[in-house]
C-alpha cells in the first residue's frame, strides 16, 4: 500500500432490524439463527416468503422474552413464512400444539393459537404474558 495514500474502507449500511448488542442464552442461539435466515428468503411466486422487519422483530422479541423467563430449557419450535411477510412460529409436544403468527404489519395484531391433543383450536390476540403462559402448559 502507498503511503501517501488511506486505506480505502468500504461503507456498509446497517439493516433496519440490526441489533449491535444483545444477549442470548447458549439455548437460543440455534434458534435465533433459524429465525435470521428468514430474512433472506427468496420471495416466490406471488407469496412474500422474506420475513417484514416488523414481524421478524417481533418474533424476536417473543422467542428472548419467553427464553428469558422460562426456567427450563425453550422447546424448539418451527418457523415458518406465513406467504404474506410474516412469520409463525409452531410448537408441538404430546399432541399438543401452539402456534404464534407474527404479523407483517405493525397494524395487524399478533395471535396465539393453542390445541389440546384431538381437541378444538382456542386463540387470542398475542402478548408475552399468554405466550409464557402456553409455552407453561405445552411443557406440562
Not at 52 to 58: A, D, E, G, L, Q
Not at 104 to 121: L, T, V
Not at 123 to 128: I, K, L, Q, V
Request: hydrophobic share 35%; glycine share 6%.
Amino acid at each position: 500500500m502507498d503511503a501517501a495514500r488511506p486505506p480505502i474502507y468500504q461503507y456498509r449500511p446497517v439493516v433496519a432490524c440490526h441489533r449491535s448488542f444483545v444477549t442470548a442464552s447458549t439455548d437460543t442461539i440455534g434458534l435465533l439463527s433459524e429465525l435470521d435466515a428468514l430474512l433472506t428468503l427468496e420471495n416466490y411466486n406471488g407469496f412474500t416468503l422474506q420475513a417484514s422487519p416488523h414481524s421478524y422483530k417481533s418474533a424476536r422479541d417473543y422467542i428472548e422474552s419467553a427464553a428469558r423467563r422460562i426456567r427450563m430449557r425453550i422447546l424448539r419450535p418451527e418457523f415458518e413464512p406465513d406467504g404474506e411477510g410474516g412469520i409463525d412460529i409452531e410448537w408441538e409436544k404430546n399432541g399438543k400444539r401452539l402456534a404464534l403468527s407474527c404479523r407483517a404489519q405493525e397494524d395487524q395484531p399478533d395471535f396465539i393459537s393453542w390445541r389440546e391433543p384431538n381437541g378444538r383450536y382456542d386463540g387470542r390476540e398475542a402478548t408475552e404474558e399468554l405466550l409464557i403462559e402456553k409455552l407453561d402448559w405445552l411443557s406440562r
